[in-house]
């Protein structure tokens, strides 16, 4: 399951954006890797399509992703 849905992960990355260019704008240095990883989590979204595997354990997983989810 994703800990934010694709709006809020967009919703943190324009937060993200305005304070790193304020606080650029004051003299600081940042590097932006909170920044990089949002970007990364926005792209690698899944919205999982979930479908019943290993019958005998009832597991959950992801059609698209692979990913194990719980029920």
């Known amino acids: 399951m994703n800990d934010f849905t694709k709006n ?3 919703t943190i990355k324009s937060a993200l954006i305005v304070w790193i260019r304020a606080y650029s704008l004051a003299g600081g ?3 932006p890797p909170l920044l990089d990883k949002v970007k990364s989590m926005i792209d690698n979204y ?3 399509e979930h479908t019943k595997v290993v019958p005998a354990n009832c597991v ?3 059609a698209k992703c692979q990913k194990v989810v719980e029920e």
């Open 46 to 48: 899944c919205e999982h």
């Open 60 to 62: 959950l997983m992801c």
């Open 29 to 31: 240095l940042i590097s």
């Open 8 to 10: 809020e992960l967009a």
